[in-house]
């Protein structure tokens, strides 16, 4: 493809800086902008000569791009897009940049899902990485397999399989249902396009811009209509919203995972290795360290997805094996004095009951206290309030950061008790975390941003008590 001057409105953000770094990657010349750069995605960007300009100002349209690639965080009266209006300048939403410039001709396999899409989509790389495919990816984390979210695939990959013609490359990519843009409010997903799609779970969330879960449920059915009839369709047997989605029209052949489905995985042992079957025949077992059965539904995922890109069942167990996890995914950032501090993304309670159990399965009758900062949109709206409690309720202790937040977080967390504390200023929370924390204690923190330094400020300050 032709090399072109991209600006990137919003670059900073995980999706629209994977976007920078493939557009790179191809040959183009990237700049872009957003309203904080700061680490660590401008130390990214900076490292590959990319140059992101704090503030949409309007002048920026005297850089003359070529294309101005708008992420889906610009809205209307944003001063440089406003400019771009006015004056007519060529722009795109991220997602149809990234369909038409990289995705169109490979053979795409698309994670969706309300939970468990970033480990999913690592370990599908990772599995087909493994392979010797060297897939391209885009993903909303950062693998530690591979050190970075994003990348182009490989042009030629090994014995690619027969799909009607040679494919020029696997892509995996993390396909979100947040809308795209302010001029396009489909998912993000509808523009991809897969070949192979996984459907991991399907519940209510981002409630600032759907009104309910049929809202949800209709943008999933139109990435079910968009998978070929050569394709597959991997989902998750025990999700009731999913098979809503799949009996309101499917045009591809599905593969279920999960308990009574054709992928199933066996009982985790001591230590989190689990046994793999496909249609009741043994495939191995996975021998690894990640706890809980989200994990084993993952892989179970992963596997069926790389499977039908020619990758066997005993080779993507192989890769599992191998597999590191993916950054501020149950990440152990430090022990100190017998006490260890985790980072977790974990921002809805479904993901923040399954964190704690996983935890729970390691750690058995230790202490555990969970740290919540209630940041992702659908959160501060206070639609989750009726579930967080209970979702909550395998920690010793929690503690609620609530700055910001329009609900009373005392209230919603009052069944919980003495167990829980809220606090709304962050030094004073992380004083009272200090004092109470005792060896053998694992503290989860919970947060989808940066909760204010609070995992390495905690690290500090055990160190020094």
Same mark, same amino acid.
């Given at each position: ?66 294309? $101005? ?21 060529? $722009? ?306 929690? $503690?609620? $950061? ?64």
């Amino acid at each position: 493809m032709a090399s072109m001057h991209i600006h990137i409105l919003g670059i900073c953000g995980t999706f629209m800086g994977g976007i920078a770094a493939i557009a790179h990657s191809a040959g183009h010349r990237v700049t872009g902008c957003d309203a904080n750069v700061y680490p660590p995605m401008s130390t990214q960007l900076a490292a590959l000569g990319i140059d992101a300009i704090e503030g949409y100002t309007a002048d920026q349209t005297r850089l003359a791009a070529d294309m $101005y690639v708008i992420g889906n965080v610009v809205t209307r009266g944003n001063p440089l897009m406003e400019e771009i209006l006015d004056r007519g300048l060529p $722009y795109i939403s991220g997602p149809q940049w990234l369909a038409e410039r990289v995705l169109h001709g490979k053979w795409v396999l698309a994670v969706a899902g309300t939970h468990g899409k970033t480990t999913t989509s690592s370990m599908l790389a990772w599995i087909l990485e493994h392979a010797g495919l060297e897939p391209g990816f885009l993903i909303g984390g950062v693998p530690e397999n591979f050190g970075i979210s994003a990348r182009l695939p490989a042009t030629s990959p090994a014995s690619p399989p027969d799909v009607g013609g040679e494919m020029p490359g696997f892509f995996v990519i993390e396909a979100d249902e947040y809308d795209t843009a302010f001029f396009d409010k489909r998912s993000k997903f509808v523009h991809y396009r897969p070949r192979t799609v996984v459907l991991n779970n399907l519940e209510f969330d981002h409630a600032d811009i759907f009104p309910d879960l049929a809202a949800i449920e209709t943008q999933f059915h139109h990435l079910v209509r968009t998978v070929p009839g050569s394709g597959l369709i991997v989902s998750n047997a025990g999700d009731a919203n999913l098979e809503r989605v799949l009996k309101r029209g499917c045009w591809t052949p599905v593969e279920r995972f999960g308990k009574h489905a054709e992928w199933q995985a066996g009982d985790a042992g001591a230590s989190g290795a689990f046994d793999v079957a496909w249609r009741g025949a043994a495939q191995g077992r996975v021998m690894w360290e990640l706890m809980g059965l989200h994990n084993r539904l993952n892989a179970l995922a992963a596997i069926a997805a790389a499977r039908h890109a020619g990758v066997p069942p005993a080779l993507a167990i192989d890769a599992l094996a191998r597999f590191k996890n993916v950054k501020r995914r149950m990440e152990v950032r430090g022990t100190v004095k017998g006490i260890t501090v985790y980072d977790d993304f974990a921002h809805h309670p479904t993901a923040i009951q399954t964190t704690l159990a996983g935890l729970r399965a390691r750690v058995n009758g230790a202490r555990i206290i969970a740290v919540l900062e209630p940041r992702s949109n659908t959160m501060k709206l206070g639609v989750m309030n009726g579930q967080l409690p209970s979702s909550l309720s395998g920690a010793d202790r929690v $503690y609620c $950061y609530s700055a910001g937040l329009a609900w009373d977080a005392g209230a919603v967390l009052a069944p919980l008790g003495a167990r829980a504390s809220v606090c709304a200023d962050l030094d004073r929370l992380l004083r009272e975390l200090t004092a109470e924390l005792r060896a053998g204690d694992h503290v989860l923190i919970m947060s989808n941003g940066g909760f204010g330094g609070i995992h390495q400020k905690l690290l500090t300050a055990l160190a020094a008590r």
